[in-house]
Protein backbone atom coordinates (compact mmCIF):
# COMPACT_ATOMS: atom_id res chain seq x y z
CA UNK A 1 0.00 0.00 0.00
CA UNK A 2 1.21 3.71 -1.12
CA UNK A 3 0.47 6.24 1.63
CA UNK A 4 -2.98 7.37 0.30
CA UNK A 5 -4.09 3.78 0.67
CA UNK A 6 -3.52 4.27 4.71
CA UNK A 7 -6.08 5.36 7.17
CA UNK A 8 -5.33 6.61 10.46
CA UNK A 9 -7.38 5.96 13.63
CA UNK A 10 -9.03 9.41 12.95
CA UNK A 11 -10.39 8.36 9.26
CA UNK A 12 -11.48 5.17 10.91
CA UNK A 13 -13.33 6.79 13.16
CA UNK A 14 -14.62 9.14 10.82
CA UNK A 15 -16.33 5.98 8.67
CA UNK A 16 -17.50 4.66 12.21
CA UNK A 17 -19.65 7.53 12.74
CA UNK A 18 -20.80 8.30 8.96
CA UNK A 19 -21.78 4.54 9.20
CA UNK A 20 -23.59 4.50 11.88
CA UNK A 21 -25.43 7.80 10.58
CA UNK A 22 -26.26 5.81 7.68
CA UNK A 23 -27.60 2.91 9.71
CA UNK A 24 -29.68 5.21 11.49
CA UNK A 25 -31.14 7.12 8.96
CA UNK A 26 -31.81 3.41 7.38
CA UNK A 27 -29.35 3.89 4.27
CA UNK A 28 -28.10 0.59 4.91
CA UNK A 29 -26.54 -0.10 1.60
CA UNK A 30 -24.43 3.02 2.22
CA UNK A 31 -23.59 2.03 5.75
CA UNK A 32 -22.59 -1.61 4.55
CA UNK A 33 -20.40 0.40 2.07
CA UNK A 34 -18.50 2.27 4.85
CA UNK A 35 -18.40 -0.13 7.02
CA UNK A 36 -16.30 -2.46 4.49
CA UNK A 37 -14.24 0.40 4.02
CA UNK A 38 -13.27 0.07 7.68
CA UNK A 39 -13.08 -3.81 7.53
CA UNK A 40 -10.29 -3.23 4.39
CA UNK A 41 -8.22 -1.09 6.78
CA UNK A 42 -8.47 -2.64 9.88
CA UNK A 43 -9.58 -6.35 9.31
CA UNK A 44 -9.76 -7.11 13.48
CA UNK A 45 -12.04 -4.46 13.93
CA UNK A 46 -15.12 -6.08 15.97
CA UNK A 47 -17.66 -2.86 15.93
CA UNK A 48 -17.58 -2.90 12.47
CA UNK A 49 -17.83 -6.62 11.63
CA UNK A 50 -20.86 -6.18 13.71
CA UNK A 51 -22.58 -3.81 11.93
CA UNK A 52 -21.98 -5.17 9.06
CA UNK A 53 -23.97 -8.02 9.98
CA UNK A 54 -26.51 -5.96 11.39
CA UNK A 55 -26.68 -4.17 7.47
CA UNK A 56 -26.89 -7.47 5.93
CA UNK A 57 -29.70 -8.55 8.49
CA UNK A 58 -31.57 -4.99 7.56
CA UNK A 59 -31.04 -5.37 3.97
CA UNK A 60 -32.95 -9.15 4.58
CA UNK A 61 -29.77 -10.44 2.93
CA UNK A 62 -29.99 -13.52 5.35
CA UNK A 63 -26.98 -16.10 3.55
CA UNK A 64 -24.49 -12.74 4.01
CA UNK A 65 -25.56 -12.87 7.48
CA UNK A 66 -24.59 -16.48 7.93
CA UNK A 67 -21.88 -16.21 6.09
CA UNK A 68 -20.41 -13.29 8.27
CA UNK A 69 -21.10 -15.08 11.37
CA UNK A 70 -19.47 -18.18 10.70
CA UNK A 71 -16.15 -17.97 12.51
CA UNK A 72 -18.15 -16.13 16.01
CA UNK A 73 -14.53 -16.34 17.73
CA UNK A 74 -14.13 -13.18 16.08
CA UNK A 75 -16.13 -11.68 17.94
CA UNK A 76 -15.23 -13.33 21.53
CA UNK A 77 -14.01 -9.44 22.37
CA UNK A 78 -17.04 -7.73 23.04
CA UNK A 79 -19.44 -10.18 24.29
CA UNK A 80 -22.65 -7.03 23.60
CA UNK A 81 -21.65 -7.25 20.11
CA UNK A 82 -21.14 -11.29 19.84
CA UNK A 83 -24.72 -11.60 21.83
CA UNK A 84 -26.18 -9.48 18.91
CA UNK A 85 -24.94 -11.30 16.30
CA UNK A 86 -25.57 -14.60 17.29
CA UNK A 87 -29.35 -13.37 17.96
CA UNK A 88 -28.87 -12.21 14.47
CA UNK A 89 -27.63 -15.25 13.03
CA UNK A 90 -30.26 -17.48 14.84
CA UNK A 91 -32.71 -14.64 13.21
CA UNK A 92 -30.83 -15.55 10.02
CA UNK A 93 -31.07 -19.25 10.22
CA UNK A 94 -34.65 -19.42 10.70
CA UNK A 95 -35.64 -17.13 7.91
CA UNK A 96 -33.54 -19.58 5.57
CA UNK A 97 -35.60 -22.46 6.57
CA UNK A 98 -32.98 -23.91 9.30
CA UNK A 99 -35.52 -23.52 12.15
CA UNK A 100 -33.40 -26.61 13.89
CA UNK A 101 -30.09 -24.75 14.11
CA UNK A 102 -32.14 -21.16 14.78
CA UNK A 103 -33.63 -23.19 17.94
CA UNK A 104 -30.33 -24.68 18.91
CA UNK A 105 -28.44 -20.86 18.82
CA UNK A 106 -31.41 -19.57 20.73
CA UNK A 107 -31.61 -22.09 23.51
CA UNK A 108 -27.90 -21.81 23.51
CA UNK A 109 -28.36 -17.95 24.32
CA UNK A 110 -31.10 -18.46 26.72
CA UNK A 111 -29.18 -21.45 28.81
CA UNK A 112 -25.83 -18.92 29.14
CA UNK A 113 -28.19 -16.15 29.84
CA UNK A 114 -29.45 -17.29 32.92
CA UNK A 115 -26.39 -18.81 34.27
CA UNK A 116 -24.93 -15.13 33.76
CA UNK A 117 -27.66 -14.16 36.72
Keep these: MNQ ?3 LNSSDIETLKILAFFYFKVNLFDSCYRAVSVILKF ?3 NVWAKGMLVRCCDRLMDYK ?10 FFNSNKSIQRSVLLLRARALLKL ?3 V ?3 QLIK ?9 M
Design 4 to 6: TEI
Design 42 to 44: DNK
Design 64 to 73: HVIDHTEDMS
Design 97 to 99: GRE
Design 101 to 103: ESK
Design 108 to 116: FLTDSGRKA
